[in-house]
């Protein structure tokens, strides 16, 4: 993994480079490919699993859209690029499900985290463990002074995820989009690089 150091004290000249896979004690992360739809379409075609996150569920021929496209990205080479990846478990070299870091602003160096598991694999922590390391390239790598998590207020899972993650709430927007043909109320986590490291004292500072 790369760190590259700052210009200056206000905008980044970070790049996240990351060495694949990435490891975790579990998992493995990495880019996803081709031999992936079938697993990715077992999940992302579910309506149940799409009910809170901002698309609707996928065909096949999204998919391989996004694979094309959206989740070729291996790298974030400036703001307003995201990195996908796919969440394999280490032992069975089964996609479990994935999940995405967004670099939004090299000014404020921030950036956002989202992730998603296949029901199947639901319940092991597994999204928990691949969005710290999602949390680690940001912080540690990249260099981000804040990421955030949002989500809609009924996505009790999810606030679970966040919470274990060390994630502070920081808002509860009433409302605040039209998501899905109703209104959805949006609860917003976020970290500071300052509460990464005071989690997780001997790891790297990039800055
Ligand atoms: C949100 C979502 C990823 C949460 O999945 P999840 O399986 O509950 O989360 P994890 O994989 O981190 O697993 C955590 C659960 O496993 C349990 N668990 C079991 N074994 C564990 C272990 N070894 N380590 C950690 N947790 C373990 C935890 O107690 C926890 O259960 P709890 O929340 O009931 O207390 C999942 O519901 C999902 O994909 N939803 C659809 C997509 C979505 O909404 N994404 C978020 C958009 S903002």
């Known amino acids: 993994m790369t760190a590259i150091g700052w210009h200056d004290d206000r905008v980044s000249s970070n790049e996240l480079r990351p060495t694949y896979p990435v ?18 379409l077992a999940y992302r075609s579910r309506p149940d699993v799409c009910r809170y996150v901002p698309f609707h569920p996928m065909t096949l021929e999204v998919i391989a859209e996004r694979l094309r496209t959206h989740w070729a990205t291996t790298t974030l080479t400036d703001e307003g690029q995201h990195l996908t990846l796919g969440i394999e478990e280490a032992g069975t ?24 598991i296949n029901p199947e694999f639901s319940g092991r922590g597994y999204a928990t463990e691949a969005a710290q390391a999602m949390l680690k390239l940001g912080f540690e790598d990249l260099g981000l002074h804040r990421i955030i998590g949002r989500i809609d207020e ?18 509860r927007l009433v409302h605040n989009e039209l998501f899905k043909g109703e209104w959805s109320t949006e609860v917003d986590f976020a970290m500071l690089a300052d509460e990464w490291f005071a989690r997780y004292p001997d790891s790297p500072r990039s800055v």
């Open 154 to 171: 009924r996505n009790e899972p999810s606030a679970r995820v966040l919470r274990r993650l060390g994630m502070r709430q920081e808002a």
């Open 93 to 116: 070299g089964r996609l479990v499900g994935d999940v995405i870091l967004f670099w939004h602003s090299r000014l404020h160096r921030g950036g956002e985290i989202g992730y998603m």
């Open 23 to 40: 490891k975790t004690e579990r998992l493995l992360l990495r880019p996803l490919t081709t031999a992936d739809a079938a697993a990715l």
